[in-house]
């Protein structure tokens, strides 16, 4: 007969395990659930934000001739406040990548929409180029922040089936930002004047910035990775149709197994180090194409003896022609994968860049204005749609870092083109500002061919 003391318990009640709490793959079930209101609405809100972020930026293109103008100055005395604001840009790009993935993606685009808000109503007060110059450094921070920002939430809130698509029509809301400042700087430039420009369009994304403060979440991916909000993350399930166990554990597979390191040293272990830095020269080219539109295409036609509404609408159309690409391309990945869409479109930037060379300026201004409409598509088919790409190739856990070093790195780009862009059309005019946005999107296409993981073709089988 087995017997026990007084007070003991067999052993065998001791030693008995606990049940661990069933666990949930939060990849798994976002990627193979619906995609619900809930995650719809943040990637509307994400794109709002982008839409603003595009107006924003793209405002100063717009209103130099009349800054110059009023102050007395040269295109080459006004292109370190452009270079301000492509710095600050990049070092916003930078430092949103890393708080985003330490902090959260609802606090780094949040605080982006802010500062970039704030500081472009403040330009509207300046007096000279240093305050612009001082101003654009601190909205290129907020700017710079809010691109990598949004493009991770959306990325991390949408199924994969329809990820590429719903990132491009994030980011393809920069062009449509910069068309929106084009048709809205043509009505208030001549009846109110530059400083109204700004006014107007800090005060918008304030009231946006609100809006994200009060209905934006947070990442669930990023929740996932931080057990002490695990609760937060069930609620965040809840309200997405996912009701699951109070107790349920998570786990993010790509980003807790097949790579651990976090930060910049992370995308370049793990075999990402040639993808990074042929993503980094990507950016970097089709940055210097980008902004030397956005910053001195409308002054390179005023230049050229084009009056300022038809300069204007040069960098209107190759908006316009941005929005029309990146849709496009972002169709193209979805059903043959990334690698021919993105050459192709790089090939197509370099030649209509090319051909615009031969187009007489004065004979033939519908001709120019529709061939830059051309450029416009291809050139930001390409940068409209590298953000999925990035959103591919890294994991959770350096997803937002490798995105905003990416564009960091290109906003190096951006950066000389403020100061080359205003010395080649001084110096070489029309001709000399077509090549360089021609062999910038050349280049991006050599870097285009080395990146190893390319989004594949779909398979046939639902994601």
């Known amino acids: 007969m087995n017997t026990t003391s007084l007070g003991q318990r067999p052993v065998a009640a001791?030693?008995?395990?606990?049940?661990?709490?069933?666990?949930?793959?939060?990849?798994?079930?976002?990627?193979?659930?619906?995609?619900?209101?809930?995650?719809?609405?943040?990637?509307?809100?994400?794109?709002?934000?982008?839409?603003?972020?595009?107006?924003?930026?793209?405002?100063?293109?717009?209103?130099?001739?009349?800054?110059?103008?009023?102050?007395?100055?040269?295109?080459e005395a006004f292109a370190p406040a452009v270079a301000a604001g492509l710095i600050g840009m990049g070092i916003g790009s930078a430092c949103a990548g890393l708080l985003a993935d330490r902090f959260g993606r609802r606090v780094s685009l949040v605080t982006s929409v802010f500062v970039f808000a704030s500081a472009t109503c403040a330009i509207g007060l300046a007096s000279g180029v240093s305050t612009v110059a001082l101003l654009r450094f601190i909205a290129g921070l907020g700017i710079g922040g809010a691109l990598p920002s949004a493009a991770t939430m959306t990325a991390e809130f949408t199924p994969a089936r329809r990820r590429t698509l719903a990132i491009t029509l994030t980011i393809v809301c920069v062009p449509l930002g910069g068309m929106l400042a084009g048709v809205f700087a043509s009505h208030v430039l001549p009846a109110y004047g530059w400083r109204t420009l700004f006014f107007v369009g800090g005060a918008l994304p304030l009231v946006l910035g609100?809006?994200?403060?009060?209905?934006?979440?947070?990442?669930?991916?990023?929740?996932?990775?931080?057990?002490?909000?695990?609760?937060?993350?069930?609620?965040l399930l809840r309200r997405m149709g996912r009701p699951l166990a109070s107790k349920t554990g998570f786990t993010?597979?790509?980003?807790?197994?097949?790579?651990?390191?976090?930060?910049?040293?992370?995308?370049?272990?793990?075999?990402?180090?040639?993808?990074?830095?042929?993503?980094?020269?990507?950016?970097?080219?089709?940055?210097?194409?980008?902004?030397?539109?956005?910053?001195?295409?409308?002054?390179?036609?005023?230049?050229?003896?084009?009056?300022?509404?038809?300069?204007?609408?040069?960098?209107?159309?190759?908006?316009?022609?941005?929005?029309?690409?990146?849709?496009?391309?972002?169709?193209?990945?979805?059903?043959?994968?990334s690698f021919w869409p993105l050459l192709l479109c790089c090939a197509g930037g370099a030649a209509s860049a090319f051909a615009l060379m031969t187009v007489d300026i004065q004979q033939n201004t519908s001709l120019l204005i529709f061939g830059f409409g051309v450029h416009g598509l291809f050139v930001n088919a390409v940068q409209s749609t590298l953000y999925a790409l990035c959103a591919f190739i890294y994991p959770t856990s350096v997803r937002a870092t490798g995105t905003a070093s990416a564009l960091a790195f290109g906003r190096l780009g951006a950066i000389l083109s403020a100061f080359v862009g205003a010395a080649i059309i001084t110096q070489g005019g029309a001709h000399a500002y077509l090549a360089l946005l021609g062999t910038a999107m050349l280049l991006a296409l050599l870097a285009l061919k080395l990146v190893k993981r390319h989004i594949p073709a779909p398979t046939g089988e639902p994601s």
Not at 218 to 233: I, V, Y
Not at 285 to 311: K, N, R
């Open 14 to 75: 001791q030693v008995r395990p606990l049940p661990h709490p069933p666990s949930v793959d939060i990849g798994n079930l976002l990627d193979q659930g619906p995609f619900t209101p809930l995650q719809k609405m943040v990637v509307l809100l994400a794109a709002l934000s982008i839409v603003m972020d595009g107006f924003d930026g793209q405002l100063i293109g717009y209103a130099i001739p009349l800054m110059i103008q009023e102050w007395g100055i040269t295109r």
């Open 210 to 235: 609100l809006v994200l403060l009060m209905a934006l979440p947070e990442s669930p991916r990023f929740l996932a990775r931080q057990p002490e909000r695990w609760g937060d993350l069930n609620a």
């Open 252 to 337: 993010d597979t790509p980003g807790q197994t097949t790579h651990q390191r976090v930060g910049v040293g992370g995308l370049f272990s793990a075999g990402l180090g040639r993808d990074t830095l042929a993503i980094w020269v990507t950016f970097f080219m089709c940055l210097t194409a980008v902004y030397s539109a956005f910053s001195w295409l409308p002054t390179m036609l005023q230049a050229e003896g084009l009056p300022l509404s038809v300069a204007g609408g040069g960098l209107t159309a190759y908006n316009m022609g941005g929005v029309i690409g990146a849709l496009v391309c972002a169709v193209a990945m979805a059903r043959w994968g």
